[in-house]
């Protein structure tokens, strides 16, 4: 029996198996290039992110939806310094009975739990800088 043709044609198809491979191993090291690239790019552009959005101010909260907070807030702009929730009731035009006072308070603490007011000190509040 002759083996030769059958050892011809192993040889022809180790050939051809290694030729894939190399073109593989090829293909694997330029998407390996391309992907170290990419990641690269991705870590710029998150750095960069992350220095604008550390250094630009975020914007403004938004309000509860409440006809009074934006009133609230103009009397803020309109105060030259700290006010008590018994000045901005009598700023909205409420009467000063201990419930009209104590929900204005509430929205003054909302306020500042929004980073819009702050209490300077118990009671005295003012708008954020």
Known sequence: M????LLDAL????????????DLRTQID????????????F????????TLTGRL????????????????LDAFNQATGPLRAKDVCE????ELLPKNVEGTRAKLKHLV?????????????????
């Open 2 to 5: 002759n083996l030769q043709p």
């Open 11 to 22: 040889d022809l198809q180790e050939a051809a198996a290694r030729a894939l491979a190399d």
């Open 30 to 41: 330029d998407l390996q290039t391309r992907l170290r690239e990419a990641e690269t790019h």
């Open 43 to 50: 870590e710029y552009l998150a750095i960069t992110r992350t």
């Open 57 to 72: 101010p975020a914007g403004p909260p938004d309000l509860p939806e409440h006809p009074d907070y934006p009133r609230i």
């Open 91 to 94: 700023a909205l035009g409420h």
């Open 113 to 129: 739990k929004l980073g819009i007011l702050t209490e300077a000190d118990t009671g005295n509040f003012t708008r954020k800088s």
